[in-house]
């Protein structure tokens, strides 16, 4: 009992001791990171594994071209990878990635300037069919999103996700050249890899982050392999989601569907005495943001994206950016657009809205019925308040490089994020740090996880059309002074809560994890049978 009596108070110094991401003064930046890594984790190697590489190789005309994919993940974990270093693992699915890899399916990125390395993973039709396309996309997209499309789950798919998770898994063992790497998951592609990994490197520290919402209990039920996700999620050290009311869904599923130990002061689920912390990490975006750097002047940023569209100067802009994603609201936008123009018929020849939406997942049905519905909208929307002269919807359905979408950013008045549901949405954030000019409105849906820090934007119900259309028509009139005041405060709250500090937050968290199973695993008597944690309540 005197063990146990100093092990807590040994314990209880060292926690009210930690550092933590408020301790960190000043704007986080990659030398934060790299100063947290020598400092707090002296000489571990970290390695980031997600299903979406950060690099693409293509051939266009014969020529071999670098793509940057659309894709929220990659703009917050690249730079973070950058400032760390190490290795990215990650599905190869560009026509021409295997011509760049060496014999081991590693390249050296970013292209221009190499920092870490990127190894590919082969995956062939049927493993991308059933893994990707199936389950993952048809199965826990849907479910995870309250966006009322069905979830399909099937038994054949349910097995090339359990087999691609393993290839993954092999993949990071070969890779790890440490007994004890820090590895950050990514996402819903990989829930069963924190086991897997814990299996084959018992020392590793596994961050895994959930970039999508965690449902409710009841919504999550519905999966007929929710305990094997479950459990194969709590072979993490750390789980990450992007609110508090993610994690709070996290552990009632957990507490329904397995049998466990949930603490929720110190957000802590014990299964056969193995701890997971779970915890908030609202995810951000490099600050300064790499593509405004390359970036004209607002004023040469609008004549230039006016001049390609042939609009006037006189034209008030509206710009949304996304993937095609029945998640995303693109058609509840359109309508709201209808909406203004309808209500405010003055609008009609001086307002412009342009819909970037690059295609994705176009093998599903469901995507490729959004692609043709939004099509068919926009044309009925032109028709009806249109003219030869004008059409109040400009839909651009091709992929934007960064530095083509914060042009634009640039160039607009509005900027409109509708989520019905999603995790964060970047783009919210991408749209405030472009305007360092401190002018332009950002209409953000309620359902997004962006507009619990973003409160100065127009905060709005994608479902309300009439409430959508006055949130436009409030933002086109907004006196500049309004406009400057509410960006200041994004632009100052995006640079303090940029994409470094997400990471170093889950740094510090995963430091403070490893040295205290350290001292933990001195304690001779443990509290059950494979039990690693001793209770210290007691």
């Known amino acids: 009992m005197k063990m146990i009596s100093h092990l807590r108070k040994l314990l209880g110094d060292f926690d009210g001791s930690r550092r933590t991401a408020d301790d960190i003064r000043g704007v986080w930046t990659p030398d934060t990171l790299k100063q947290i890594l020598a400092e707090d984790m002296p000489g571990t190697e970290v390695m980031v594994v997600s299903n979406r590489e950060p690099y693409i190789h293509t051939l266009v005309d014969g020529a071999m071209t670098v793509q940057n994919p659309a894709s929220g993940l990659v703009t917050a974990l690249e730079p973070v990878t950058r400032a760390c270093g190490g290795t990215w693992i990650a599905h190869g699915s560009g026509d021409a990635d295997w011509q760049m890899v060496d014999e081991q399916d590693r390249i050296a990125v970013p292209p221009d300037h190499p920092e870490y390395t990127l190894r590919r993973i082969r995956l062939c039709d049927e493993e991308l ?24 789950f099937r038994s054949d798919d349910w097995q090339h996700y359990v087999a691609v998770n393993r290839k993954f898994a092999d993949a990071v063992a070969e890779e790890a050249r440490q007994p004890e790497p820090l590895v950050l998951v990514q996402d819903y592609h990989f829930a069963l890899l924190p086991q897997f990994i814990r299996e084959r490197i018992p020392g590793a520290t596994v961050v895994t982050f959930w970039h ?99 609009l006037p100067e006189t034209i008030r802009l509206g710009v949304g950016v996304e993937r095609f994603d029945y998640t995303k609201g693109i058609l509840d936008r359109f309508r709201a657009v209808a909406a203004l123009l309808e209500h405010y018929p003055d609008w009609r020849g001086r307002f412009v809205f342009v819909q970037v939406a690059a295609p994705s997942r176009s093998k599903l ?38 530095d083509q979408v914060f042009e634009l950013f640039r160039a607009a008045d509005v900027c409109v994020v509708s989520s019905l549901h999603d995790g964060m949405n970047l783009v919210a954030k991408e749209f405030v740090a472009a305007r360092d000019d401190e002018r332009g409105v950002l209409i953000l849906s309620a359902f997004a996880g962006a ?56 740094l510090l968290d995963a430091a403070h994890m490893r040295k205290r199973l350290r001292i933990v695993d001195v304690l001779p008597v443990p509290e059950a049978p494979g039990s690693r944690i001793p209770n210290l309540a007691a």
């Not at 069919?129 to 048809?138: K, L, R, V």
């Not at 030869?388 to 400009?394: S, W």
């Not at 409160?455 to 309004?482: C, K, W």
């Open 212 to 310: 999508i919402p965690w449902p409710n209990a009841e919504a999550f039920g519905i999966c007929p392999w929710r305990e094997e996700i479950l459990s194969g999620l709590l072979g993490s050290s750390i789980i990450g989601f992007h609110t508090q009311s993610h994690c709070n869904n996290f552990f009632d599923t957990v507490d329904r569907f397995l049998e466990c130990r949930i603490d929720r002061d110190p957000s802590t689920i014990a299964v056969n005495g193995d701890i997971s912390l779970v915890r908030p990490y609202p995810i951000s975006i490099e600050w300064p943001p790499k593509p405004l750097e390359r970036q004209a002047p607002v004023a040469q940023c609008r004549a230039a994206v006016l001049g390609r569209l042939g």
């Open 129 to 152: 069919n059933g893994y990707y396309y199936g389950f993952a996309n048809e199965g826990l997209w849907p479910l995870c999103h309250i966006a009322y499309m069905r979830p399909m």
């Open 451 to 506: 507009s619990r820090e973003l409160h100065e934007a127009l905060i709005v119900n994608p479902y309300d059309t009439d409430a959508m259309a006055e949130g436009l028509a409030l933002a086109l009139t907004m006196p500049p002074a309004q406009q400057q005041a509410r960006m200041r405060l994004m632009r100052d709250r995006v640079r303090d809560r940029n994409v470094y500090r997400w990471a170093g937050h889950m």
């Open 365 to 402: 049905p469901g995507y490729q019925q959004l692609q043709a519905d939004a099509a068919t909208l926009v044309e009925d929307i032109n028709q009806r308040f249109g003219g030869p002269d004008y059409q109040p919807i400009v839909l651009l359905a091709r992929h934007h490089e960064p």
